[in-house]
């Protein structure tokens, strides 16, 4: 998706929340809870920020990332050739040891 803005045509991402993160997000502590919104709505300009860490997967239709928040992370799957990145889940982490990623990556398909 073309950015409208007058950004001189820089691709801006279409972001994705599951059904089960979207859960998740709304059950954060309220001041954890408005710092994800703004970094989930920050990946529609930079999926990538500084902070974000790629992921290791055997699929290869999906770029899988997290993002540390403190002791948070929100876990993303970005496609890069339709500019779209699914949010899969905001862990706490520990106790949250990345098991279940091909999981999250099966709902997305």
Known sequence: MEDGGGRGGVKRYK???TSEALR???????????????A??????NPHPSASKALKIPDGNYDLWRLRLDKWRIVYAITEADHVVDVLAVRKRPPY??????????DIR
């Open 40 to 45: 989930i709505d920050a990946f529609a300009e």
């Open 15 to 17: 972001v994705y929340v």
């Open 97 to 106: 040891d990345y098991g279940d990623l091909e999981k999250m990556l099966a």
């Open 24 to 38: 998740e997000i709304k059950g954060l502590p309220g001041n954890v809870r408005q710092r994800v919104k703004r």
